[in-house]
Structures are given as C-alpha cells and as structure tokens.
C-alpha cells in the first residue's frame, strides 16, 4: 500500500502534539503534609514558536471536593515536583474555601525556563471565572463570611480537581553598558585634566542613557523574583 506523502507527514507530526516533553506531578495536603494526595499532573509541550504550554491532568479522586468541604479552617497546600528536576519540589498555599467557591476550577501559574525545562516557581489561584453565584444574588456577595455560613457550598461533596494552566517563560533582560559608562568617564577625566571646557550639566543629565537602563534592570529582575513570595522553591 502506497502512504500520500501529507498522510506521512501527519504521522510525522502527530507524536508531537500527543507526547509531552516534561511532567509536573502534584500532590495536595490540608494538614502540613502530615497527609498528602495526589492532585494530578501539567504536561509541557513546546510549540512550534518555541514556547512551552501546559495541560492540567487531575486525578479521578471523587471525594476531593468533600476533603476539602472538611477542611475548611485549614491551609490547601499544594506540592510541584518537576520531572527535570530530581529531589526539588516547590510549595504553593491557599484556602479550600475559594476553590469550593470556585467549583474547584484551579489555575496554575508556572515561571519556567524554556531552554533548561526547568520549573521556578508554581502558584495556584481559584478560577473567578467559575465562582459560585449565593442564594443572596452577588457573585462575591459572601467574601466576608466563613465557608460553614455560606449554604450554597454545603452541597460540595464530591468532584474532581480542574484547572488550567498559564505558563510564563523566563524573560532575557538587556544587561546594563556599563563598560561605555566607565570609558566615558575616563574622556572626561583625561579632558579636563588637558584643560578642556568643563560640561556643567547635572550628574543625571549627562549619564541618563546609563542610568535608566540599570534601574530598569533592577526594578524588572526584583518584580520577577520577589524575595520570600508565595511559590518560591521549598525542600
């Protein structure tokens, strides 16, 4: 039998669709990890622009809903285990409640590096999207009550996880001229000292195009890595 050269080329590509590069398995605890669960997995797949998207795989646990409705003044902490990444795991918390509120709809946001496959940081939010309306008619009409006063969550018994997943890839930042700075510096050290005319202009006139792109530097690597963050790596 004779393959259609677009009938091979489909079977060529099909595998890169169907087979994910990389896994992060998750796992759940309500107790500090003195008990935990398995929550499911994100598969990452690299597209044909090079970056990376993830598919959230949830357990088929039934009562996950219920183990959360019993532990509603406890802290829902969740536990990423990277598959490149041997004996690193990283820790993200939050209250069951919103994700009884939110139908147990979660949404994951990765920080990763797309050139090593390797996860930094892992952050875990109720989907909005899929909060609960209450018996009083405002979508956040009970934020203020315990989740024992809202009603509506009461029928919460059973379920399975579900979510979606945003994926952030590393950015590469301009690294500051600081060479040009230094050498120009140095000019005009040697010019004055050969009784050229000084420039009386301000320190910031004169060295802006300098200045501005070290700030920039700092203020974007602080906001990507926020010191002591929900998420941040855990042993």
Not at 167 to 172: A, C, D, P, Q, R
Not at 206 to 225: D, E, G, R, T
Request: a negative charge; aromatic letters at 10%.
């Amino acid at each position: 039998m004779q393959i259609k050269p677009s009938l091979l080329t489909a079977l060529l590509i099909l595998p890169i669709f169907c087979t994910s590069e990389w896994t992060i398995d998750l796992e759940y605890s309500l107790n500090g990890f003195t008990n935990s669960y398995p929550l499911g997995n994100i598969e990452m797949r690299r597209g044909f622009d090079g970056n990376f998207t993830g598919t959230f795989k949830p357990s088929q646990e039934q009562n996950f809903g219920q183990k959360l409705s019993s532990a509603q003044d406890e802290t829902y902490s969740v536990r990423a285990k990277s598959s490149t990444q041997n004996g690193q795991t990283f820790l993200t918390t939050s209250d069951p409640c919103l994700f009884l509120h939110s139908n147990l709809f979660h949404v994951f946001w990765l920080s990763i590096s797309q050139e090593k496959q390797q996860l930094h940081t892992i952050t875990v939010f109720p989907d909005t999207v899929a909060w609960r309306n209450d018996e009083e008619g405002g979508k956040y009409e009970s934020l203020g009550k315990t989740c024992k006063e809202r009603s509506s969550l009461a029928s919460e018994s059973r379920g399975t996880p579900k979510g979606v997943v945003h994926v952030v890839g590393e950015s590469t930042l301009p690294t500051p001229d600081t060479a040009s700075f230094v050498q120009k510096m140095e000019r005009e050290k040697r010019a004055k000292q050969h009784g050229a005319d000084a420039d009386n202009r301000s320190f910031i006139a004169k060295y802006w195009m300098y200045i501005v792109p070290v700030v920039l530097f700092a203020v974007i690597s602080s906001a990507m890595n926020p010191e002591g963050a929900e998420g941040a790596p855990a042993q």
